[in-house]
Every structure is written in structure tokens, then in C-alpha cells.
């Protein structure tokens, strides 16, 4: 069964730091892209970043440059997501999605999704 | 950035009727477009692919349609397990966005 799981949310104080992963099985994971998505509490979608099959590319929203660093170790078949400087707009519910092959803005399997809060 | 700009907000309708939603993007994205379901305490899944694919084992009660700005999305005959929020999203250029999301509900 294809599967993404998400790790690593947590409480964390404004300015702290967190890292998210996400293990996947059931399909190979290293001829995918992938991605990071978040949703705030009775919100709506927000992308937040983008990370190549290779991982030579990477993207992310404007809202989360220069604070968050998408990375993936493809022998480990896992993602990951280090979160610096939080901030209170990053508490949400973070998922991780595969891109469809050939559709890098398309997310087709996603996770259950792990609960960030930042709070004082 | 491109914006999407989703309507209604919400709706309620009946069992066997036809719902529609639209979803207008703030600029050209030729068929870069897709539609999403979230079901209560769920995570998205993938309904509909450029403008009208079908994701496989989605039930042809669903459709999409439109194209460069201006999108539908179709449910032909609103079962009680559509109960759900829907989302359409763009992936043109990033940043990819979404927008805000229609809940349906059952009249």
C-alpha cells in the first residue's frame, strides 16, 4: 500500500525550531518529488515547499524562505522538513504529498499530517 | 503570486442534485488545475487532474471543466459521502496556490 506518515510535530515557543519527517513506503520513493503542505487550524491549504526527486531542486513559499529547509534522504526513503525561527502563523497541520510523475504541482498521495504549534 | 478565487463558500443541497462550483484564477493558467476533497479529520485527496483528469478510482459522478482562467467543478448527483470541503489549486508557476475551499453539506 503506498503510505506517507508524518513525524516530529510538536509544541514549540516562537523562535524555536522543529524538524518534521516523513517516511514513505509501498512505491519508490527516489523517482519522486515531493512536497510540504500545511493547513491552520479551520484554514485552508497553504504550499509550503517543493523538493526535487534528486533534490537539486527546491521551492518554497515566500511565507517559510529563508526560515525552512526542505530535504529528503532517498536510502532512508524519507523527507524532511527543519523549521527555524517559528513564528505563531506556523502553527498548523503539516502534510507531506508526493508529486505525480511529470506533475510537479500535483499531489497525489498524502500523509495524515502531524500538528505544529508554536506558542509561548 | 496567481490567486484562486473559489465560489460560494459553501452550499447545501439535496441528495441527487447537481452541484457546482467555480474557481477563477487571477491570471492564465492554461490547464495547470486541479481539484482536491477533504473529508472531515482527513487529509486532501486527488479528485481531478488538469482541468478534467480523472484520478484513478474516483467515481465519474465527479467532472471538471474550463480552461485559462475560469474553472467548474461538477458533482452530477450529490451522494451523502460527498460531505466535504473541496479545494481547487493551481501549479502554473509557484507559488502553487489553492483556494479557499467550498464546503458542501446535505440539505
Not at chain 2, 490567486?3 to 477563477?24: E, F, H, K, N
Amino acid at each position: 500500500e503506498v503510505q506517507l506518515m508524518e513525524s516530529g510535530g510538536d509544541l514549540a515557543q516562537p523562535g524555536g525550531s522543529l524538524r518534521l519527517s516523513c517516511g514513505a513506503s509501498g512505491f519508490t520513493f527516489s523517482i519522486y518529488s515531493m512536497n510540504w503542505v500545511r493547513q491552520a487550524p479551520g484554514k485552508g491549504l497553504e504550499w509550503v515547499s517543493y523538493i526535487s526527486s534528486r533534490g537539486n531542486t527546491i521551492k518554497y513559499a515566500d511565507s517559510v524562505k529563508g526560515r525552512f529547509t526542505i530535504s529528503r534522504d532517498n536510502a532512508k526513503n524519507s523527507l524532511y522538513l527543519q523549521m527555524n525561527s517559528l513564528r505563531d502563523e506556523d502553527t498548523a497541520l503539516y502534510f507531506c504529498a508526493r508529486a505525480s510523475l511529470s506533475r510537479a504541482g500535483t499531489f497525489d498521495i498524502w500523509g495524515q499530517g502531524t500538528v505544529v504549534t508554536v506558542s509561548s | 503570486d496567481i490567486q484562486m478565487t473559489q465560489s460560494p463558500s459553501s452550499l447545501s443541497a439535496s441528495v441527487g442534485d447537481r452541484v457546482t462550483i467555480t474557481c477563477q484564477a487571477s491570471q492564465d493558467i492554461v490547464n495547470y488545475l486541479n481539484w482536491y476533497q477533504q473529508k472531515p479529520g482527513e487529509a486532501p485527496k486527488l479528485l481531478i487532474y488538469d482541468v478534467y483528469n480523472l484520478q484513478t478510482g474516483v467515481p465519474s459522478r465527479f467532472s471538471g471543466g474550463g480552461s485559462g482562467t475560469d474553472f467548474s467543478f461538477t458533482i452530477s448527483s450529490l451522494q451523502s459521502e460527498d460531505v466535504a470541503i473541496y479545494y481547487c489549486q493551481h501549479y502554473h508557476s509557484d507559488p502553487w496556490t489553492f483556494g479557499h475551499g467550498t464546503k458542501v453539506e446535505i440539505k
